[in-house]
């Protein structure tokens, strides 16, 4: 069983960055595609950022496209979401996940194994 761990999160002003990462263990890292996601108080868990086994394929949600980026290290088994210009509506639990192929996935069923979460709270 792969565990995933998150961390970077904080409280943060409009227009500041964090960066998010999200250590692996118990398995191949190298094989597996990862995504992240958010969910905000009262609201479903979304998509924000996949990237398969080899980070030649990223994918983001629209309401992020050009202020967060994804990518991985291997060698650390680490996967990273840097979010630039955050925004307050980007306030929720930022979750990892793996779906345990070399494939990601914008669906939340195809993800096997998830981290605890890390809140991240941006003020206007």
């Known amino acids: 069983q792969v565990q995933l761990v998150e961390s970077g999160g904080g409280l943060v002003q409009a227009g500041e960055a964090l960066r998010l990462s999200c250590v692996a263990s118990?398995?191949?890292?190298?094989?597996?595609?990862m995504g992240w996601f958010r969910q905000a108080a009262g609201k479903e868990r979304e998509s924000v950022a996949t990237?398969?086994?080899?980070?030649?394929?990223?994918g983001y949600a629209d309401s992020v496209k050009g202020r967060f980026t994804v990518s991985r290290d291997d060698v650390k088994s680490t996967v990273y979401l840097q979010m630039d210009n955050l925004k307050p509506e980007d306030t929720a639990v930022y979750y990892c996940?793996?779906?345990?192929?070399?494939?990601?996935?914008?669906?939340?069923?195809?993800?096997?194994?998830w981290g605890q979460g890390t809140q991240v709270t941006v003020s206007s």
């Open positions: 990237i398969n086994w080899s980070g030649g394929t990223t």
């Open positions: 996940a793996t779906t345990l192929r070399t494939w990601a996935s914008r669906s939340a069923n195809d993800y096997v194994s």
């Open positions: 118990g398995g191949t890292f190298s094989d597996y595609g």
